[in-house]
Nanobody, 119 residues
């Protein structure tokens, strides 16, 4: 699986951005697609994830502001980010989490796209 993310950039606080990620290769209906972010000096953290059935999970810090969506036919996942705050500044990574038959899971990562929110 290869992931190509796009849509990052510089935006003022209160503004919006939309991130998109296209996956090449086979994406199973069991795969979970999502977005993580890593701010300078901090660990990578989950932002949002979504199953093929549309079940979603969000970090508390983005609930009500970010919306994740997935197009199973096109193997894409998007993140609509509204009411952006300076603390949302980070490199955002697209992710596919795939369960393994033998247990556990594998993670596939995109190259990351920088989101900068100015105050």
């Amino acid at each position: 699986v290869q992931l190509q993310a796009s849509g990052g950039g510089l935006v003022q606080a209160g503004g919006s951005l939309r991130l998109s990620c296209a996956a090449s290769g086979i994406i199973s209906r069991l795969d979970i697609m999502g977005w993580y972010r890593q701010a300078p000096g901090k660990q990578r953290e989950l932002v949002a994830r979504i199953t093929s059935g549309g079940n979603t999970d969000y970090a508390d810090s983005v609930k009500g502001r970010f919306t994740i969506s997935r197009d199973n036919a096109k193997n894409t996942v998007s993140l609509q980010m509204n009411s952006l705050k300076p603390e949302d500044t980070a490199v955002y990574y697209c992710n596919v989490n795939r369960l393994r038959v033998i247990g556990g899971s594998n993670d596939y990562w995109g190259q990351g796209t920088l989101v900068t929110v100015s105050s």
